[in-house]
C-alpha cells in the first residue's frame, strides 16, 4: 500500500516539470520546419497502425470465416 502511494506522489510530482516543455515545442512547430515535422509524424502514425490492423483484420476474417462454415453439410442458418 505505502509502494503505490509512494509511485503514485512521484507521477504527481513528475508532471510538473515535463509540463514547462509545452510552450517551447509549441514554439519551435510553428516554424515551415516544425509544420513539415508534424506532418512527417502524423504520417509515421498512420504507417505504424497499418500493421496492427492488417493482422488484426486477418484474424477477424478467418475467425468469420471458421464460424459460418457449415460442419458436415449441416446448414446451421436456418
Given at each position: 500500500?505505502?509502494?503505490a502511494?509512494?509511485?503514485?506522489?512521484?507521477?504527481?510530482?513528475?508532471?510538473?516539470?515535463?509540463?514547462?516543455?509545452?510552450?517551447?515545442?509549441?514554439?519551435?512547430?510553428?516554424?515551415p520546419?516544425?509544420?513539415?515535422?508534424?506532418?512527417?509524424?502524423?504520417?509515421?502514425?498512420?504507417?505504424?497502425?497499418?500493421?496492427?490492423?492488417?493482422?488484426?483484420?486477418?484474424?477477424?476474417?478467418?475467425?468469420?470465416?471458421?464460424?459460418?462454415?457449415?460442419?458436415?453439410?449441416?446448414?446451421?442458418?436456418?
Open positions: 500500500m505505502r509502494t502511494a509512494a509511485v503514485a506522489l512521484l507521477l504527481l510530482v513528475a508532471v510538473v516539470p515535463a509540463d514547462a516543455q509545452c510552450a517551447m515545442c509549441r514554439q519551435a512547430l510553428q516554424s520546419e516544425g509544420r513539415q515535422m508534424i506532418a512527417a509524424f502524423r504520417s509515421g502514425i498512420l504507417v505504424l497502425l497499418a500493421a496492427p490492423f492488417a493482422v488484426f483484420g486477418t484474424v477477424a476474417t478467418l475467425a468469420v470465416r471458421r464460424f459460418r462454415r457449415k460442419p458436415n453439410g449441416i446448414d446451421v442458418t436456418s
